[in-house]
């Protein structure tokens, strides 16, 4: 408690706005500094980015087909098992390195019909229009400010100490885990917008629009995934089995009715079916929920970790550009990692350069990161990033402190001052 | 949305044996996969597959597209828009179909003239290959060969110009229907014509074919004057007039004043522009949806005049990174008011709150 009450006072005299050293005009000089990195990299985009996303869905496409095939044979171990990590990983590049991205208009240059933020869908809960509102919009412009950005905590936790205390909060250890393994249920809702519709700042027929949206998406995953695909590795185990049972009774009609006869064989199939048919759903949902889980840890370690700032609205009344590029350079942390992590979290791991330049295709940031980190050191600024387990660690011990009264405000790194000095 | 093609005529059957396995893809449909296999299978648009490419004239070439699909057919004439990608991006053009519709093989070709500063006919005439996948978009176009042909025709063609007349002679040649067809060409000079092997065939084979080159780097332009001594009857035959404007309006001016107008078709490749766009001049905005108009200054983007004129548009960061505004320009240019680029094409997606209309667009909002 001690440690505590000491850091809180050093916490408070150190964390000022990250921008307050900059005066207007250099804020006016790092906003065309920004500006020129995202004209510069939007003049190159061409082949080579197409070639990208277009292998990239068709590797993932490719993926989910194999893993469907792999659970046609669920009551098979080894081919469950597989099937699972390969669906997993198709879910998870589906949902990060395609959907989000995509839904982000980062391939809207290529004017192509289908790979475009306008007709774009995706695997998850929400519907691309209230995702496209709710994050792309309201999340991205308002980014970690107290009571705007409704993304810090999600209006259900209290991440940031300068949000009040509710005995509610209380109760947050518990269902974060909940969130974890839902999370794509719990971002449909939160897309939703609770407090717009409390306040009435949404129509009724707005709402009514929104959650048809959000359960017909919902009833096309149930269907998908715990009906239409466990039905037909029940069809082909049970088929398999009926096949195989024939075959064995011998081609005499004493040795099939030795064997129970017709029914016995079909006895036999029809349990053989329902055993494949609840092990390939056991696969799917397991997919479905380590999607979720993977989703919860990039999407938490964006915002979330000790080094980011947050920003009330007094300050950023009348931001400047510069002002804006800042907020967001402080609000985010980016989690450092091999290229396979970056491709798995949509290069969500650069999350800053995200931040900065939502709009570019996600293969950019890696090569821009180190032109923003220049920035950084020039002015002054702070170019937040960890390894991924210290930041997943800092987040779930903040959900777990800030669940009680009080807390502080956690020490920043300050300035970023070049790779040599990173270490916090 | 992106512009893409036209809905392919797939058979019933087949869809809907792809409706029915839809909830096994959502929100993917079976086509999303099927196009992994063969990206001619889409049944969401149609795309063709270039079978060959022929060199007409040092910049010309002729493209022999298989459909993905039965072809639909089109009117000798008319016109097809195509979608090719070029260094990542997709770019749509028009251009008249030069087969007739009556190919038995079902292909279809475009005639393609190199423009130097362009970005589809370079690609088309010098990159494009046999096996390139293209997409096949709407067929459009009111400069046809009337059904039945007529008896009497006067054809007038210039440059590339031949192009959807050569559709209408090749239709004809088919069903052996030329009956009495004139038919005038210009070209600069032997090497430039276009299809000059067919024509000459045509001309030996239809004796009611007669075809006059007018060759005008040698024998100059063919002038309203001429018609007189090389077709004495054009004044009763039904003329098909398709080449550079200032043909086309010498020739209009010429059936005002001494033909009947009513006799004489014309294409116009280049839509009338209106006005001349200077440096940053703003312009009107037509909202093709809501069917408001609106009026925007050089800095006034196109959502802010949509806004002010009571047009209710999404909108989402207005700083041009979240994409909620975006509109399907419909046709004109448009400034981007960070750049300063005046660009757009039509079917370009535009975000409407960073871009000012450069002269007068239509938008699809």
């Known amino acids: ?424 | 949305m992106a512009e893409r093609g036209a809905t392919p005529q797939v058979p019933a059957l087949r869809r809907r044996a792809l409706r029915a396995v839809r909830s096994l893809f959502t929100p993917l449909l079976p086509d999303d996969y099927l196009e992994l296999i063969n990206p001619l299978w889409s049944t969401r648009e149609l795309r063709g597959r270039i079978e060959r490419i022929d060199r007409e004239t040092p910049d010309a070439v002729t493209v022999l597209i298989r459909p993905g699909f039965e072809w639909t057919g089109h009117r000798p004439g008319q016109y097809l828009r195509i979608g090719v990608v070029v260094d990542g991006v997709h770019h749509w053009r028009a251009y008249s179909l030069t087969s007739e519709p009556e190919r038995p093989d079902g292909c279809i070709s475009i005639t393609p003239k190199l423009v130097e500063t362009g970005v589809v006919s370079p690609y088309l005439v010098r990159r494009a290959r046999p096996g390139d996948v293209v997409r096949l978009g709407g067929v459009e176009g009111t400069f046809v060969l009337p059904d039945p042909p007529p008896e009497k025709a006067l054809f007038i063609s210039a440059g590339s110009g031949i192009t959807p007349i050569m559709s209408m002679l090749r239709s004809l040649h088919r069903g052996d229907a030329v009956g009495d067809v004139v038919h005038i060409h210009s070209a600069r000079d032997e090497e430039g014509v276009i299809f000059a092997e067919i024509l000459r065939e045509i001309d030996s084979s239809q004796p009611g074919y007669r075809l006059h080159l007018q060759l005008t780097g040698r024998q100059g332009r063919l002038a309203p004057g001429n018609l007189d001594e090389l077709c004495p009857d054009w004044r009763q035959r039904q003329a098909f007039v398709s080449g550079p404007a200032a043909m086309l309006d010498a020739m209009s001016d010429l059936w005002q004043a001494e033909g009947d107008r009513e006799l004489l078709q014309m294409e116009r490749f280049q839509p009338v522009i209106g006005g001349e766009p200077g440096e940053g001049e703003g312009g009107a905005v037509r909202f093709a949806k809501s069917g408001v108009e609106a009026r925007c200054d050089s800095g006034t983007p196109i959502l802010v005049g949509g806004e002010e004129a009571g047009a209710t548009l999404p909108f989402g960061c207005r700083m041009g990174i979240c994409h909620t505004c975006v509109g399907k320009l419909c046709n004109g240019k448009v400034r981007d008011l960070r750049t300063g680029k005046v660009h757009g094409s039509e079917g370009e997606m535009i975000r409407t709150c960073v871009n000012a209309p450069e002269g007068p667009i239509e938008i699809a909002l």
């Open chain 1, 1 to 424: 408690m001690n440690a505590t009450t000491a850091e809180a006072t050093t916490a408070e005299v150190e964390v000022q706005s990250p921008l307050a050293h900059l005066s207007e005009a250099q804020l006016e000089e790092l906003a065309r500094e920004f500006d020129a990195i995202r004209d510069r990299v939007h003049a190159e985009l061409g082949d080579r980015d197409r070639r990208y996303i277009e292998s990239m869905i068709a590797m993932q496409r490719r993926l989910a087909v194999v893993s469907r095939v792999l659970l046609l044979g669920a009551r098979y171990r080894p081919a469950q098992v597989a099937g699972t990590a390969a669906l997993s990983m198709a879910k998870i590049l589906e949902n990060m390195e395609i959907g989000h991205n995509v839904l982000h208009g980062q391939w809207d240059w290529m004017n192509d019909p289908q790979i475009n933020s306008s007709t774009w869908d995706w695997d998850t809960a929400s519907t691309a229009e209230a995702w496209k509102h709710s994050h792309n919009y309201v999340h991205h412009t308002f980014t970690n400010i107290l009571g705007k950005d409704k993304d810090l905590g999600y209006e259900i936790m209290r991440i940031d100490p300068q949000q009040k205390w509710h005995p509610v909060y209380l109760f947050q250890p518990l269902y974060n885990l909940l969130l974890m393994a839902f999370f794509e249920w719990g971002v449909a809702l939160h897309d939703l917008d609770f407090e717009a519709i409390r306040k009435g700042h949404k129509s009724k027929a707005q709402v009514k629009r929104e959650v048809a949206g959000i359960v017909g998406k919902a009833k096309s995953q149930i269907v998908k995934d715990y009906v239409a695909w466990p039905l037909l590795s029940g069809l082909a185990a049970a088929a398999l089995d009926a096949a195989t049972e024939t075959r064995r009774g011998g081609a005499t009609r004493r040795g099939r009715r030795r064997r129970g006869g017709l029914a016995g064989v079909l006895r036999s199939a029809l349990a053989s079916g329902r055993g494949s048919y609840s092990a390939a759903a056991k696969a799917n949902a397991s997919a479905n929920i380590i999607r979720n889980v993977w989703a919860y840890a990039i999407i938490f370690c964006g915002h979330f970790p000790d080094q980011t700032y947050t920003f009330s609205p007094e300050e950023v009344e009348d931001e400047s550009r510069g002002g804006w590029y800042v907020r967001q350079l402080a609000g985010a942390a980016n989690i450092e990692g091999s290229p396979l992590f970056h491709v798995a979290s949509g290069n969500l791991g650069y999350q800053v350069e995200h931040h900065l330049f939502p709009d570019l295709p996600s293969t950019r940031y890696a090569e821009i990161a180190p032109q923003v980190k220049q920035i950084c050191e020039r002015y002054g600024l702070p170019y937040n990033s960890g390894p991924f387990g210290q930041q997943l660690g800092m987040v779930q011990r903040t959900i777990l402190r800030l669940a009680f009264p009080g807390g502080s405000v956690r020490p920043k790194p300050g300035p970023y001052r070049g790779e040599d000095h990173a270490a916090l």
